[in-house]
């Protein structure tokens, strides 16, 4: 084992076989043992992927950590997603209880880690805790659309970001 500026050579070649592999994957149409892709079109229609985050599962992989750019983008759409249903739905944020569930929905090991996440000095503030109840800001609602967009996703149903107060 050798030591370059990018770590040692079993880590590179372990990930390089890792990307040879997902790439492979995905040609080949069972990312994730399913026919499951990142391009953002339903390989069964050849249309675009509807959505729904807070009742759905999601329609490829999310992977909150060390996966892809497009699998982090569906951890986002997937949580933060969720939390903008339950907010334009049920006209509330998302409790104590359902954080955890729509955590590993989003492919966290539970629910701390989204809320250690969030309250990192350096975080985006996507989510806001007013209550003990989660709402999804603004800023954090136009990344979910964002994300969605990038990965060819239409969202199904209606999405709010909590009220910010007036200037």
């Not at 969720?82 to 944020?93: D, L, P, S």
């Amino acid at each position: 084992m050798t030591n370059s500026n990018y770590g040692s050579s079993d880590l590179i070649a372990k990930a390089l076989r890792a990307g040879a592999e997902a790439i492979l994957a995905v040609l080949n149409g069972t990312e994730g043992g399913a026919a499951k892709t990142v391009a953002g079109v339903a390989p069964d229609n050849g249309g675009p992927i509807e959505y729904d985050p807070l009742h759905d599962d999601p329609p490829f992989t999310p992977v909150p950590n060390g996966g892809t750019e497009a699998e982090g983008w569906m951890t986002s759409v997937t949580y933060l997603g969720a939390i903008a249903r339950i907010n334009a739905e049920e006209n509330r944020g998302a409790t104590r209880e359902e954080i955890p569930v729509l955590a590993k929905r989003a492919g966290y090991v539970d629910g701390r880690v989204v809320n250690g996440w969030n309250s990192r000095p350096t975080s985006v503030r996507s989510i806001e805790n007013k209550d003990g109840a989660r709402f999804l800001n603004q800023a954090g609602l136009d990344y979910v659309k964002k994300c969605a967009d990038k990965l060819g996703i239409t969202l199904v149903g209606e999405m709010s970001a909590v009220p910010t107060p007036e200037a």
